[in-house]
């Protein structure tokens, strides 16, 4: 994603928390800045349909379609999180990390706004040459796939790079290590697979491997599911 575009929707979001917290003091209904910034919320559906429907569906059918078991991806949402090394609620940027976590989701898109320094856990190894940077920290810190034997295991370590984009199974674990200083974001779009993966299978099943069709590493049998005739 150019650089340019990268930066004016940047600038849109932090513009549009701005006014959401001015309608929050005038007591008006805003949710703006709160929560991570919905895309479809401020209009901008086009751009999730875009990454969804030119990058990453068909990318990911040809890169998981084995190790996720779902024939195709019919669903996206996609939004702007905000990271800051003084962060607070009802501003543009929540949180200053993110704890290790998986996402609910066959496959994530991670698009970074702004770049990193590098300084922190992960070096220069995910940066352009020559890129000016917005925030020091703020890395992606991969571990071992939920429900594998490598689950807990480091993975690698990403310094986000302006436009640079990120495809990953939404049960890798992962995290953002703390922003030290300045402002990070990200565009973020989950995609699902209800027609065939959630059709099948609960999505906790799903996560842990434990349907016996799903499952590689783990084989917990087909009753361990909560929802199954051996609980109800």
């Known amino acids: 994603m150019q650089s340019k575009f990268c930066v004016r929707l940047k600038k849109t979001i932090q513009s549009l928390a701005q006014l959401s917290q001015h309608q929050q003091t005038e007591n008006l209904n805003s949710t703006i800045g709160i929560r991570p910034t919905d895309l479809d919320t401020i209009g901008a559906s086009w751009l999730n349909d875009l990454l969804f429907h030119l990058i990453q569906r068909p990318i990911s059918k040809h890169l998981f379609s084995q190790t996720e078991h ?18 607070h609620v009802g ?38 040459i020559g890129d000016e940077t917005d925030f020091d920290g703020g890395n992606l ?7 594998s034997k ?6 690698g370590c990403i310094q986000p790079s302006i436009g640079r984009a990120l495809l990953h199974s939404g049960r890798h674990l992962h995290e953002v290590t703390k922003v030290t200083s300045g402002e990070r974001f990200v565009i973020v779009v989950w995609a699902r697979s209800w027609g ?28 361990s599911c909560i929802c199954s005739p051996r609980w109800n």
């Open 70 to 87: 779902f024939s195709d991806l019919d669903w996206r949402q996609g939004y702007v999180a905000g990271y800051s090394h003084n962060p």
């Open 91 to 128: 501003a543009h940027t929540q949180r200053h990390r993110l704890v290790p976590h998986t996402d609910d989701s066959e496959v994530t898109l991670n698009v970074a706004l702004c770049s990193g320094s590098g300084d922190g856990d992960g070096g220069e190894e995910g940066r352009l």
């Open 141 to 147: 810190v991969f571990w071992g796939l939920r429900g």
């Open 150 to 155: 490598g689950e807990g295991k480091l993975n």
């Open 196 to 223: 065939s993966v959630r059709n099948g299978v609960c999505p906790c099943c799903w996560l842990n491997r434990r349907r016996s069709s799903y499952a590689r590493d783990n084989d917990n049998g087909e009753n």
